[in-house]
T-cell receptor, first 111, second 115 residues
Framework: QQPVQSPQAVILREGEDAVINCSSSKALYSVHWYRQKHGEAPVFLMILLKGGEQKGHDKISASFNEKKQQSSLYLTASQLSYSGTYFC????????????FGRGTQLTVWP | DAGVIQSPRHEVTEMGQEVTLRCKPISGHNSLFWYRQTMMRGLELLIY????????DSGMPEDRFSAKMPNASFSTLKIQPSEPRDSAVYFC?????????????FGQGTRLTVV
C-alpha cells in the first residue's frame, strides 16, 4: 500500500520549477507532504484532504486528484533551501492513523 | 514547546543485546507514532498509539519488537534481542489528532547500529 513517487531524483538550478508526483493504488482520504534534510527529521509541508482544495504556501503548492488517487507537489522558482528528500504520505481514512510513505524524491538545487 | 524529544540520538550495540529507545511527545498531543527508516524500505510505520492505547501494531516486524506508552508523556520502543538488520533510524512522531487530518511532528530520531 506504499504510494509510488516519481521521479526518484531531481536536480535543478536555483529559480527553476519542479513537480513531484505521488500515486496510490488505493482510494485515499488524505495526502501529506514532508521534506527531510540529510540527517534531520521529516518536516511537515502540507496536507490535502479528500474534497479539499489545493493548498500551498509561498512557492510550494500541491494538488490532490481523488479520482486518480494522485497528488502532485509543485515547487516554483526553487531556492537552495528546497534541497532535501520529499516524501508523500497517504491515508485511507479519517480515523486511521496509519500513513503509508513513498520512497521519497531527492531534490537538489544548485546555485 | 521543545518538540518531540527522543533519546538516545545514537546507539551502538552488539547483536543479542536489548535496546530501548525513548520518546517524549509534544504536550497535549494524543497520538504517537514510531517509524523506522532505512535505505531499502524507506519510512515504515511500526506502531501508533492514541490516548496511550496501541491502535495499530501491524508494522512491528516481529516479536523481538515491543512498544509501550505508560502515560501521555512517554513511550518506549524495545528490541530484544537486537540483530544487525535492525540497524536503522527510528523516529517518533506525535500529532494532536489521529494523524490522518493533521500534521505529525517528528523527533530527531535515534540512529541504531547493531554490530
Amino acid at each position: 500500500q506504499q504510494p509510488v513517487q516519481s521521479p526518484q531524483a531531481v536536480i535543478l538550478r536555483e529559480g527553476e520549477d519542479a513537480v513531484i508526483n505521488c500515486s496510490s493504488s488505493k482510494a485515499l482520504y488524505s495526502v501529506h507532504w514532508y521534506r527531510q534534510k540529510h540527517g534531520e527529521a521529516p518536516v511537515f509541508l502540507m496536507i490535502l484532504l479528500k474534497g479539499g482544495e489545493q493548498k500551498g504556501h509561498d512557492k510550494i503548492s500541491a494538488s490532490f486528484n481523488e479520482k486518480k488517487q494522485q497528488s502532485s507537489l509543485y515547487l516554483t522558482a526553487s531556492q537552495l533551501s528546497y534541497s532535501g528528500t520529499y516524501f508523500c504520505g497517504t491515508a485511507r481514512g479519517s480515523t486511521l492513523g496509519r500513513l503509508y510513505f513513498g520512497r521519497g524524491t531527492q531534490l537538489t538545487v544548485w546555485p | 514547546d521543545a518538540g518531540v524529544i527522543q533519546s538516545p540520538r545514537h546507539e551502538v550495540t552488539e547483536m543479542g543485546q536489548e535496546v530501548t529507545l525513548r520518546c517524549k511527545p509534544i504536550s497535549g498531543h494524543n497520538s504517537l507514532f514510531w517509524y523506522r527508516q532505512t535505505m531499502m524500505r524507506g519510512l515504515e510505520l511500526l506502531i501508533y498509539f492514541n490516548n496511550n492505547v496501541p491502535i495499530d501494531d501491524s508494522g512491528m516486524p516481529e516479536d523481538r519488537f515491543s512498544a509501550k506508552m505508560p502515560n501521555a508523556s512517554f513511550s518506549t520502543l524495545k528490541i530484544q534481542p537486537s540483530e544487525p538488520r535492525d540497524s536503522a533510524v527510528y523516529f517518533c512522531a506525535s500529532s494532536s489528532l489521529q494523524g490522518s487530518d493533521t500534521e505529525a511532528f517528528f523527533g530527531q530520531g535515534t540512529r541504531l547500529t547493531v554490530v
